[in-house]
């Protein structure tokens, strides 16, 4: 039973908008949640990070929020270029416990 | 810049056949882990190392081993492979975290696994 789930498999955007990507967990002791990247034929790639005790954390373009009563997490992309095209897999991680969950993924596709 | 490599981007093999796959990363790292990749279900972990020749089972060992017997490498191994272990399988790496947090992890591109 996945722990943490993205449930859009796919979401098409066009570019210069906003790439709104959400994520849900279900266990609540989660305290560090993370946001990756995956270009075909590589391996994800770090892209931003969220702990418990904040709700919001911005990098650049990316936005990473967290609502910890719903238990949900979502990446904000403004503006989507197309090179942000990939598969963004959320993951998160409880204190002291020496691995991350991983979410299905979903796949960004920005068009031009 | 860190640097996790793999063995083989693809590899076919047949069923009952003992496949190893090998990691190697660069950057002096504790942590080392085993993912496979599948649609729909994202990465799962099959095991993890934090140190040499320590090993942790993770959500789905089962029909995998591993070995850690220097710092830099850790390699997965399928005793006998079964067609239900085609996937793509991801290394990562990480350092041992000193605060509540776990550090990031940096992955490897990957070994698409085929078994006939």
């Known amino acids: 039973d996945q722990q943490v789930k993205q449930n859009s498999p796919s979401l098409s955007v066009q570019e210069g908008r906003i790439s709104i990507l959400n994520c849900d967990y279900t266990?609540?002791?989660?305290?560090?949640f993370l946001w990756y990247k995956k270009y075909p034929a590589e391996g994800p790639t770090f892209l931003i990070s969220?702990?418990?005790?904040?709700d919001k954390n911005e990098d650049g373009r990316f936005t990473v929020f967290l609502n910890k009563s719903a238990k949900h997490l979502s990446l904000h992309i403004v503006p989507s270029q197309p090179g942000d095209s990939a598969v963004y897999f959320c993951a998160a991680s409880i204190y002291n416990f020496n691995k991350f969950y991983f979410g299905s993924g979903t796949k960004l596709n920005v068009k031009p | 810049d860190v640097k996790v490599t793999q063995s083989s981007r693809y590899l076919v093999k047949r069923t009952g056949e003992k496949v190893f796959l090998e990691c190697v990363q660069d950057?002096?790292?504790?942590?080392m882990f085993w993912y496979r990749q599948d649609p729909g279900l994202g990465l799962r972990l099959i095991y993890f190392s934090y140190d040499v020749k320590m090993k942790e089972k993770g959500d789905i060992p089962e029909g995998y081993s591993v070995s850690r017997e220097k710092k830099e490498r850790f390699s997965l191994i399928l005793e006998s492979a079964s067609t239900n272990q085609t996937s793509m399988y991801l290394c990562?790496?990480?350092?041992?975290?000193?605060?509540?947090?776990?550090?990031?992890?940096?992955f490897g591109p990957g070994t698409r696994l085929l078994v006939l």
């Open positions: 266990n609540s002791m989660f305290d560090y």
């Open positions: 990562a790496s990480s350092i041992l975290s000193n605060t509540r947090y776990q550090e990031t992890q940096y």
């Open positions: 969220i702990s418990s005790i904040k």
């Open positions: 950057m002096d790292h504790e942590n």
